[in-house]
């Protein structure tokens, strides 16, 4: 079976790392490219990490492309005092020294999407989703290109992360979030409902920093960083992993459970600014536009983690 072409939309962060990680150690996956996002940390950021973790998974060919360095409407926020001042803190990375490729990654999302057939290629954004929206209204046909777009964004029983109502990616860019779920193109969300389903805890920490590679240490020192704001936020033992959801779906669609249903993002008030209105009893005539998860196999996503960053140099 030929494999899966995806792009990941990205603004690494430590657990869109492990997430483009995970993607790259997936034969089952065509990583085309990464296009960066302004997010956890600013653009200038989120795409030196971004080169960083194509380094550290032996990528160096992965073309990387930086995007929207500000939200469509409204001023950029972000979360150093989650992800820490670089976005990556935790490990000791070395420098990158592959480069950005030369154009803005709207224009080559939409060449590539425009060169693609007709609902070969699945997008996998990890973070705001503004290169997404702007692509889409720049060339509306690029909807028949995309597959579907996994997401990690939203939440609704669980409540937000950024906000009591929201959840950090839908919340700084909620236009942006109400354009893609209102495009049409199929969506699969992975909300905050699942993410605090997989946590980091210290024994999976142990198994990766035990694996005898470079990439295991690594994510092992990303997620020890990451974890600390969560575990001192809920009180668990370990923090939610959110992002590699999007990519174990893509791999193991077996593992989660949801429900198709209508989702509305609140892009009017200040107070629940983000919140994303998910119809999860169908008390609405309002169509379906997402298939929103609820419900994980925690152990199955994490052998399946520990089995491909285990392939990693």
């Known amino acids: 079976m030929a494999a899966r072409p995806i792009i990941i939309d990205t603004d690494p962060g430590q657990d869109d790392a492990v997430a483009i990680l995970l993607a790259l150690a997936s034969p089952e996956l065509d990583v085309l490219g990464l296009t960066t996002v302004a997010g956890n940390v600013p653009l200038h950021l989120t795409s030196r990490n971004a080169l960083m973790v194509c380094e550290l998974a032996g990528r160096p060919d992965l073309p990387v492309f930086a995007g929207c360095d500000r939200p469509l409407l409204r001023r950029l926020v972000t979360a150093e005092h989650i992800h820490?001042?670089?976005?990556?803190?935790?490990?000791?990375?070395?420098?990158?020294?592959?480069?950005?490729?030369?154009?803005?990654?709207?224009?080559?999302?939409?060449?590539?999407?425009?060169?693609?057939?007709?609902?070969?290629?699945?997008?996998?954004?990890?973070?705001?989703?503004?290169?997404?929206?702007?692509?889409?209204?720049?060339?509306?046909?690029?909807?028949?290109?995309?597959?579907?777009?996994?997401?990690?964004?939203?939440?609704?029983?669980?409540?937000?992360?950024?906000?009591?109502?929201?959840?950090?990616?839908?919340?700084?860019?909620?236009?942006?979030?109400?354009?893609?779920?209102?495009?049409?193109?199929?969506?699969?969300?992975?909300?905050?409902?699942?993410?605090?389903?997989?946590?980091?805890?210290?024994?999976?920490?142990?198994?990766?920093?035990?694996?005898?590679?470079?990439?295991?240490?690594?994510?092992?020192a990303l997620l020890d960083f990451f974890e600390r704001y969560d575990e001192a936020k809920y009180g668990s033992d370990g923090g939610p992993l959110h992002d590699p959801c999007t990519v174990a779906y893509l791999l193991r669609p077996e593992l989660f459970a949801g429900r198709r249903v209508n989702v509305a993002v609140e892009t009017a008030s200040e107070l629940t600014m983000g919140m994303t209105v998910v119809d999860w009893w169908r008390v609405t005539a309002r169509p379906a536009n997402a298939l929103v998860m609820r419900d994980v196999d925690a152990q199955g996503f994490f052998d399946l983690l520990f089995e491909r960053i285990a392939r990693l140099p």
């Open 84 to 220: 820490g001042r670089t976005g990556l803190d935790g490990p000791d990375l070395p420098e990158p020294s592959m480069a950005l490729r030369p154009g803005h990654a709207v224009d080559w999302l939409v060449e590539t999407l425009m060169a693609a057939r007709e609902g070969e290629v699945t997008l996998c954004p990890l973070g705001p989703l503004t290169n997404v929206a702007l692509a889409l209204a720049r060339e509306p046909r690029i909807a028949s290109r995309i597959r579907e777009i996994v997401l990690m964004g939203g939440g609704f029983f669980e409540g937000g992360n950024i906000t009591p109502a929201a959840e950090f990616n839908i919340h700084v860019d909620p236009h942006a979030a109400a354009a893609v779920l209102g495009s049409g193109v199929p969506v699969v969300m992975m909300p905050l409902d699942v993410t605090h389903k997989v946590l980091t805890s210290r024994v999976r920490l142990d198994r990766f920093r035990a694996l005898g590679n470079r990439a295991g240490p690594a994510v092992a």
